[in-house]
Structures are given as structure tokens and as C-alpha cells.
């Protein structure tokens, strides 16, 4: 189980975001945003979804 995703610490420890450097390429599941947990894995790889379908202007649901 991932550690939580804190805030504090200079964002030490937040998790990376879903997008990356190279175009196409996604970080999905419990060590990207936003976290740990089967729930938080599901979640990354909805947001994940969303950006190949809307784009990089998608923010989640609205």
C-alpha cells in the first residue's frame, strides 16, 4: 500500500501527475494522482480516459 499523499514537505509527497513528458504516455493506478487504494487506482485510470478522449484541457468531471 502507497504511503499517503501529503502536501507538506515541499510536495515530497505528492504523487505525480497523470501526464508526462513524452505525448501518449500516462502514469495510471496507486503510485499516481491521486493515490493509493483500489478506489484512488480507478479514479487515476478515469482521469487517465479523460485525457486521451477530451485532451489536455480535460479536468474531470464538470
Known amino acids: 500500500m502507497p504511503a499517503p499523499s501529503l502536501a507538506?514537505?515541499?510536495?515530497?509527497?505528492?504523487?505525480?501527475?497523470n501526464v508526462t513528458a513524452l505525448p501518449g504516455?500516462?502514469?495510471?493506478g496507486g503510485w499516481s494522482h491521486p493515490g493509493g487504494g483500489l478506489p484512488h487506482a480507478g479514479?487515476?485510470?478515469?482521469?487517465v480516459a479523460g485525457l486521451i478522449v477530451e485532451g489536455p484541457e480535460f479536468r474531470?468531471?464538470?
Open 8 to 17: 507538506a514537505g515541499g510536495v515530497g509527497f505528492l504523487r505525480p501527475a
Open 25 to 28: 504516455l500516462y502514469h495510471v
Open 43 to 47: 479514479m487515476s485510470g478515469a482521469l
Open 60 to 62: 474531470g468531471s464538470q
